[in-house]
Structure formats: structure tokens, C-alpha cells
């Protein structure tokens, strides 16, 4: 049975920086995993895609040049650094995996194509 645990969420002010981690159990090697992220009203929005085994990445528009996404294999568990932090990336943040269907790095980053999500960790981005 796969499980993804996030971690790592936080409040903290404009242009700071976090790290969030999604630890996963039941299958790492070989899956894609990505991390999204939903604010109040509105949709769910992928940010961030790792495969494992190669560590090919994709990143949306609105975060590419600020957060990294990276894993660590032995402790099996993906990372998003977040950097220049700013108050639109306030939402709750979750990792998912379980990819179904066409790869591309549009299919990467949306929701509907995952089966196994986290619970998520809020960050939260105010002065």
C-alpha cells in the first residue's frame, strides 16, 4: 500500500525560503511524484514533477526559477525548495503519486492523473 507523508510546512514572510518534504512508503524507485498545491477557492495546481529513477523534473510557469524539487533515494522521500517566497504561493501543499496515462510535461503536472495523495502541510507567505 502506497503513503505519502508531507512535512515541512510553515508560515513565513515575503522573499524567505522553505523546505517541504513528502516522504513516501509502498513504492519510490520508478514512479512519478509530484507536488501541487491548492488555495482557497480555487483549483488544485501542480508545481513540481520528479521521476525517480531518472530524476527528471518539470515545473509549472509560476514557480520555475524558484522552487527545485529533488529526492533523496535512501530515506525515500522527494523535497521542494522553495525559494523568494511569495504571498500567492500561500496554499496547502501536497505530494501524490501513482502516474496513469500519456507522459508529457503537461500529463506531469495534472492532478487527475495521480491515485495516492498526502494529507498536505500549509505554507503560508505573509508580512
Known amino acids: 500500500q502506497v503513503r505519502l507523508a508531507e512535512s515541512g510546512g510553515g508560515s513565513v514572510q515575503p522573499g524567505e525560503s522553505l523546505r517541504i518534504s513528502c516522504q513516501v512508503s509502498?513504492?519510490?524507485?520508478?514512479?512519478?511524484i509530484a507536488w501541487f498545491r491548492q488555495a482557497p477557492g480555487k483549483e488544485r495546481e501542480g508545481v513540481a514533477s520528479?521521476?525517480?529513477?531518472?530524476?527528471?523534473?518539470v515545473y509549472s510557469d509560476s514557480v520555475k526559477g524558484r522552487f527545485t524539487v529533488s529526492q533523496d533515494n535512501a530515506k525515500a522521500t522527494v523535497y521542494l525548495q522553495m525559494n523568494s517566497l511569495e504571498p500567492e504561493d500561500t496554499a496547502l501543499y501536497y505530494c501524490?503519486?501513482?502516474?496513469?496515462?500519456?507522459?508529457?510535461?503537461?500529463?506531469?503536472?495534472?492532478?487527475?492523473?495521480?491515485?495516492?495523495w498526502g494529507q498536505g502541510t500549509q505554507v503560508t507567505v505573509s508580512s
Open positions: 501524490a503519486s501513482g502516474f496513469g496515462g500519456v507522459v508529457n510535461s503537461v500529463t506531469r503536472l495534472q492532478p487527475g492523473r495521480y491515485t495516492y
Open positions: 509502498g513504492g519510490f524507485a520508478g514512479q512519478f
Open positions: 520528479i521521476y525517480t529513477d531518472s530524476g527528471s523534473t
